[in-house]
């Protein structure tokens, strides 16, 4: 038989590789490495069949295994860093799991915690309840994989972003895909255009918001948030009002966030590293805080006032990547639960 001599095809590069990761999961807890993967791809196939390959020519290839794998079943729980972690932030509990791989993929460890974090939801979660999300792409990837069967949840949006640009998501974008799986369920959330603020006046718009939506919002049953990072620079690809969108793109105001000691969010609410708000109210004057609206009365997430005032609130974080352990370890004030990734894990144990 004739050989292939331009290279096997993609497909079936990634279908070796897709076999080779699930094997390998049978003896360890996180993808091997392309070095590996290269190794195996020439164990397998002769030097013309393949061509040459180099461990950087994997990337993408991967990118193209995982969608024949269910990668998010796969990686194991890490269940004695987990109870280390719950101590050391003092939370009720922390779901720790497998990182994908030596080096991160954002987009595969998202897919990982988001179905870790729809896992907790579908355990925890129950019909009649009311539940608040914050507007982060992993908290994205957790709506698409709950997969309960719910008809009565009331669901809302804990923030209003006043920007034009919502190609990909908004707080209400979040609220809108989850009535799409779940139709016979409840659902409030606002938009807003930089006109309206201009019309109305922030500080009118605030009391509206607050008694419209984030009083309730605020105090629902489950509160799940995503946790921002105060980057140096943007990242991603295409327009999303996330905390880098806002900060960089639309506010240009990261250096002055930066500057006040802010080093991540909840709820589009910058804190400082002891978990702060960072927010003047009626004369704040930094263009962030002209765009992001959430609950004036923020503090009231924290799980000292919630205890105090015996609220029955409770508030699950899912963030992972190791630009964030700052942001989360700051965060862990607001947090009952948390889901993360086992490097950021062991990141904030040993920081």
């Known amino acids: 038989m004739t050989r292939n001599r331009k290279g096997i095809p993609r497909p079936l590069k990634e279908l070796a590789i897709a076999e080779y990761i699930s ?5 360890e807890a996180c993808f091997p490495s392309n070095e590996e993967i290269v190794d195996k791809l020439k164990s397998e196939f002769a030097e013309e069949e393949v061509g040459p390959l180099y461990p950087k020519d994997i990337t993408n290839l991967k990118k193209g295994a995982y969608k024949l794998l269910e990668i998010e079943v796969a990686l194991p729980r890490a269940g004695n860093i987990e109870v280390e972690l719950r101590e050391a932030l003092d939370l009720d509990g922390a779901i720790v799991v ?37 507007c982060s792409l992993t908290m994205r990837e ?27 998501m908004s707080p209400a974008s979040l609220v809108v895909l989850f009535l799409d799986r779940f139709p016979e369920c409840r ?12 019309m109305m006046g922030r500080e009118k718009l605030q009391q509206m ?16 948030v995503g946790v921002g990072a105060l980057t140096q620079e943007l990242s991603g690809h295409g327009l999303t009002p996330g905390f880098d969108f806002l900060t960089h793109v639309v506010t240009h105001s990261a250096d002055d966030l930066r500057n006040r000691g802010v080093v991540g969010e909840i709820s589009y609410w910058p804190f400082d590293s002891n978990g702060e708000p960072v927010y003047r109210g009626v004369g704040e004057t ?40 700052e942001a989360i370890k700051a965060a862990a004030r607001y947090l009952d639960y948390l889901v993360t990734d086992v490097k950021n ?4 144990l040993e920081s």
């Open 142 to 168: 957790m709506i698409k994989r709950v997969s309960g069967n719910y008809t009565n949840l009331k669901v809302m949006a804990d923030s209003v972003v006043a920007v034009d640009e919502f190609h990909v």
């Open 209 to 224: 918001l607050d008694s419209a939506v984030f009083s309730q919002s605020f105090q629902a049953d489950w509160v799940f």
């Open 345 to 348: 894990a062991q990141a904030i």
């Open 23 to 27: 094997d390998y999961f049978s003896r």
């Open 98 to 134: 497998g990182s994908p791989y030596r080096n991160y993929d954002m987009d595969i460890l998202r897919n990982i915690i988001g179905y870790q974090a729809a896992r907790f939801f579908d355990e925890n979660v129950r019909d009649g309840q009311s539940v608040t999300f914050s």
């Open 187 to 198: 659902g409030i959330s606002y938009i807003c255009p930089p006109s309206l603020v201009e």
């Open 286 to 325: 930094l263009p962030y805080f002209r765009h992001v609206f959430t609950y004036s009365k923020f503090d009231e997430l924290s799980r000292k006032h919630r205890l105090n005032s015996q609220a029955r609130t409770r508030v699950v974080g899912a963030a992972g990547g190791l630009h964030k352990v």
